[in-house]
């Protein structure tokens, strides 16, 4: 059993598709990725550093769950998986440099930057970024439309109307305290950009869905993706620095805005428990084909790390 499925008061069925969805997840990007021996081989090792061995996997879980939904093929599901990931590496090895939030410990090693050097630790989230969108272009995942639409949907996520524009608000916002619209705002484009964009490619390898089924996979992926950033604001001071494997405390310490910071700890875990309810019945419509979806906005709710 791998350590990140291994938080919260999960089923052991559940830890299993879990374990099995990160462990193929994992081998796929092995594949895809640059070999560490090509030239240049220090910046393939290092983009190799910072995708593998470690992280929830939590975005191909949603794409793979949601695929379950629509049929959706393991195969096609592990390229979109593959492609998110390598977006989300990227913006984490950014994310962690001197100029942005300088911190020297990711997933329980030391950051991108630190191992390899700022100027490498750069260019490994530029060469990420366009890597995963390489990616998309490059496999057969449908028709062209389908095919154009991923990467729309991928593009939009990852920009300035996505995780970047989050990631300015954010820098902007420090030291200064913002208002409960303004900070759902940055985290809808910081975190929950790229969780939409999750569950929106994972129902794309599918079989086409209702208007409504659409919308309603929307409205659950917007509010699970706040609900990840609001119980992750809980964890950075609740949690120490070995359990959650990077720096315990460090927005709150950088005069970050955060939920607990404006809210206060237990209006935070009211708000996530009601975060969790409205994730969930947005998937009412679809029954018991939504059960995985079920189970992991439970152990969004519900981890330690």
């Given at each position: 059993m791998t350590a990140s499925v291994a938080a919260g008061a999960i089923r052991p069925a559940v830890q299993e598709w879990m374990a099995s969805v990160q462990e193929r997840v994992e081998q796929a990007l092995t594949?895809?990725?640059?070999?560490?021996?090509?030239?240049?081989?220090?910046?393939?090792?290092?983009m190799r550093y910072a995708c593998?061995?470690?992280?929830?996997?939590?975005?191909?879980?949603?794409?793979?769950?949601?695929?379950?939904?629509?049929?959706?093929?393991?195969?096609?599901?592990?390229?979109?998986?593959?492609?998110?990931?390598?977006?989300?590496?990227?913006?984490?090895?950014?994310d962690d440099l001197p100029c942005m939030d300088n911190d020297?410990?990711?997933?329980?090693?030391?950051?991108?930057?630190?191992?390899?050097?700022?100027?490498t630790a750069l260019l490994v989230?530029?060469?990420?970024?366009?890597?995963?969108f390489e990616l998309l272009a490059r496999?057969?995942?449908?028709?062209?439309?389908?095919?154009?639409?991923?990467?729309?949907?991928?593009?939009?996520?990852?920009?300035?109307?996505?995780?970047?524009?989050?990631?300015?608000?954010?820098?902007?916002?420090?030291?200064?305290?913002?208002?409960?619209?303004?900070?759902?705002?940055?985290?809808a484009l910081k975190t929950g950009a790229l969780i939409r964009a999750a569950v929106t490619l994972?129902?794309?390898c599918g079989e086409p869905l209702p208007d409504a089924a659409v919308k309603a996979l929307d409205r659950f992926a917007k509010r699970a993706g706040l609900l990840f950033q609001v119980v992750n604001d809980i964890l950075d001071c609740t949690a120490s620095t070995a359990t959650l494997g990077k720096t315990a405390g460090k927005d709150s310490a950088a005069d970050k805005p955060t939920y607990v910071g404006l809210m206060g700890l237990e209006p935070a875990r009211e708000f996530a428990g009601q975060l969790r309810e409205q994730a969930l019945a947005s998937l009412e419509t679809f029954g018991d084909?939504?059960?995985?979806?079920?189970?992991?906005t439970d152990f969004i709710a519900r981890r330690q790390f």
């Open positions: 594949r895809h990725l640059p070999s560490a021996e090509a030239i240049p081989a220090r910046l393939h090792q290092a593998l061995n470690g992280g929830k996997r939590v975005r191909p879980l949603l794409a793979f769950a949601t695929g379950e939904i629509c049929g959706a093929p393991a195969e096609k599901l592990e390229i979109v998986s593959c492609a998110l990931e390598m977006i989300h590496a990227y913006s984490l090895v950014h020297v410990l990711r997933r329980g090693r030391p950051t991108c930057h630190v191992e390899y050097g700022e100027a989230g530029d060469a990420l970024q366009t890597q995963a496999e057969n995942l449908g028709a062209p439309a389908v095919q154009l639409e991923m990467l729309r949907c991928l593009a939009r996520a990852s920009g300035s109307l996505g995780m970047a524009g989050g990631q300015a608000i954010d820098l902007d916002a420090v030291g200064r305290t913002l208002e409960l619209p303004e900070l759902e705002l940055m985290h994972g129902a794309l084909r939504a059960h995985r979806l079920v189970e992991l």
